[in-house]
């Protein structure tokens, strides 16, 4: 990238660790806002499959497809141009197998140009893990409560099965995930894990102890349709802005004051 700020890397995010500089990471899914979260210095863009509650309207994760996460990669890809981009592997797809997940991963990094795959499970998805790595492929693990397996845990709840989390992070670790994403872990578990592994972990609902943190954009800034997790940290209220700036326009439009003279071509 010769002229431009360099793009941050498994090295880069390795480092951070090791120097104690705290890692950020939001979720992005489409050109705009993943432009805006670079040039504001995300270290990591995230295409969740998130986007099934946040875009598309869904109960869960479940529905969305590897076609949708390809779609909102490449978008994001194309606007990234010094955060890492990581796209989630979408239900069932981390879940079929070493082959199979192997060249669903592959297919996800030619088709968007992302830089990393992320994949939810720990020790049961070791030798998956090992192959991505082995392929080439960065992959971070999901541990904690995994989304994707909401029906089977009875919901989204703190996950507090301590001796199960530290051999998901260790086994991940071990396998060569180059990080380790705790979801909904109480703060000293995620602690102990961090404290355990090389590699940076990164926590949403997992306590400050974390080497980083992500949250899921739309709630950061309040463009949210629904419930909001305890964990999060809103910094604005966008949808109501953009409630009052619409019916401010739709005011102006039934008033014949928009547009203005200034506003149209002689
Ligand atoms: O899909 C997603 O956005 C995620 C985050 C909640 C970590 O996995």
């Known amino acids: 990238m010769t002229g431009q700020q360099r793009r941050i890397t498994t090295q880069t995010l390795l480092r951070m660790k090791q120097r104690r500089e705290r890692i950020s990471m939001l979720t992005a899914y489409d050109f705009t806002m993943a432009s805006i979260l670079d040039t504001a210095g995300v270290d990591i863009l995230l295409v969740g499959d998130s986007l099934g509650m946040v875009i598309q309207g869904e109960e869960t994760t479940i529905p969305v497809s590897l076609r949708d996460m390809i779609y909102h990669g490449r978008l994001v890809a194309r606007a990234a141009k010094r955060a890492m981009v990581v796209v989630d592997l979408p239900f069932p797809h981390g879940q079929l197998g070493v082959r199979k997940t192997l060249a669903v991963s592959a297919r996800i990094m030619k088709q968007t140009g992302c830089q990393a795959v992320k994949l939810e499970g720990g020790a049961e998805q070791a030798a998956t893990i090992r192959a991505l790595a082995g392929a080439g492929i960065a992959v971070i693990a999901h541990v904690g409560l995994r989304p994707q397996s909401v029906h089977r845990l009875g919901g989204y709840h703190v996950q507090r099965n301590t001796e199960q989390i530290l051999e998901d992070a260790t086994a991940a670790e071990a ?8 979801e909904c872990v109480p703060t000293e578990l995620a602690a102990q894990v ?11 609902g997992a306590g400050p102890e974390c080497d980083g943190q992500v949250l899921v954009t739309h709630d950061l800034i309040g463009l949210t ?38 506003e149209s071509f002689e």
């Not at 396998?175 to 705790?182: E, I, P, S």
């Not at 961090?194 to 949403?204: E, M, Q, R, W």
């Not at 964990?231 to 949808?239: A, E, G, I, M, N």
């Open 175 to 182: 396998a060569g995930a180059f990080c380790v994403l705790m």
């Open 194 to 204: 961090t404290a355990a592994l090389k590699v940076p972990t990164i926590g949403i």
């Open 225 to 262: 349709v629904g419930r909001v997790p305890k964990f999060v940290r809103q910094k604005l209220d966008l949808s109501k802005e953009i409630q009052q700036a619409v019916q401010e326009f739709n005011a102006e439009v039934r008033a014949g004051t928009f547009p203005s003279l200034d």
